[in-house]
């Protein structure tokens, strides 16, 4: 499985932003995707997971700004951002859990993409 996230950039604070995650190789091997963000001088934390039809979001602030949802399968995977806050600057990555065909589990990182939100 490949990753790909895309949709980061500069947006002032209070604005949005849509980021996406294209999975590509053997998507039917993913069972779960999830959101981390890695703030300037922080470690990475999760920030979502997105496994069958349920979303969970780890950090109250994100609830009611943040929507997170799968396409097609595990095909593609959103992070709708809204009101968004100097708080939320940070490279942001999405990755799959997955069952290979040998029953072990794996987890596959995507490149990062940089959101900055500016005061």
């Known amino acids: 499985v490949q990753l790909q996230a895309s949709g980061g950039g500069l947006v002032q604070s209070g604005g949005s932003l849509r980021l996406s995650c294209a999975a590509s190789?053997?998507?039917?091997?993913?069972?779960?995707m999830n959101w981390y963000r890695q703030p300037p001088g922080k470690q990475r934390d999760i920030i979502a997971t997105v496994s069958g039809d349920t979303t969970h979001f780890y950090d109250d602030s994100m609830k009611g700004r943040f929507t997170a949802s799968r396409q097609n399968g595990y095909s593609a995977l959103t992070l709708q951002m809204n009101n968004l806050t100097p708080d939320d600057t940070a490279v942001y990555f999405c990755?799959?859990?997955?069952?290979?065909?040998?029953?072990?589990?794996?987890?596959?990182w995507g490149p990062g993409t940089q959101v900055t939100v500016s005061s």
């Open positions: 190789g053997n998507i039917g091997s993913i069972y779960a």
């Open positions: 990755n799959a859990n997955v069952q290979e065909a040998d029953g072990r589990y794996a987890t596959t």
